[in-house]
């Protein structure tokens, strides 16, 4: 239980200057009290084994959602308890007492095998919550800016929330779209970097489905999260890369 947390987001390093106030986001544990040891290639634990660990009111979970292929074709979810935990007096640790609206515990992006996006092709920013999220049908729309630090153009992943969508993962991973980046001059690459800031958003789209509507997320991208950007096998490279040649 000590490495499992119930508490505000508030009450955590926010800075990006801690490599393991990144892991721990969100109050989820580190990757080996998730379920994994496997360290990946550059001998660092991976965090893609507890994207889909989040907190409900049962306590925190690893979600698997299926599809069942024979017809009829329905979802299928299950829910595997890894801390059984309610605090009682009819209250949930997903409550406002406690950990509260979803909070954004890491984001990443997926490189190709020599662990680069390739430059002028559309590729996505995946953020992750500690909760299940739900996107609200809505005209809003959410952004989220991207920095080049070398090279390359500054740009805007965005969500247009014109339709209610189920998140991905355990339902808490929402996909925003990066515009076609660009890398440096002749095959030179760019460096890019997702700072620390709050989410461009009108109204509340975003909220935890399994509380109400009124559980609105908390769409800031804290500095540990922003430092602990992850490439999808889950390996913190801090900054991604885009290359004109894709190596």
Known sequence: MALWGFSRESTQVASGAN?????????????????SEEPDTGGNAQNANKRNVIATTAGWVRRVNRTKTEAPTVNIQFDEVL???????????????????????????????????????????????NMPVHLRASSNALSISIANTAGGNHGIARIAASAAARANVANNVMIFTMPKLQGRTGSLKATYHINAQSITVTGNPLYNPEQSTTHAANLVITGAVANGLNNGWGSRIVNFTVSPRGV
């Open 19 to 35: 490599t393991e106030a990144s892991i721990r986001k969100g109050y989820r544990p580190l990757p080996q009290a998730s379920g």
């Open 83 to 129: 801390v059984a935990a309610a605090p009682g007096g009819g209250l949930y640790y997903t409550s406002n007492t406690h950990l509260g609206r979803p909070d954004i515990v890491e984001i990443f992006v997926k490189t190709n095998a020599n662990n680069v996006i390739s430059a002028n092709l559309s590729a996505n920013l995946y953020v992750v919550f």
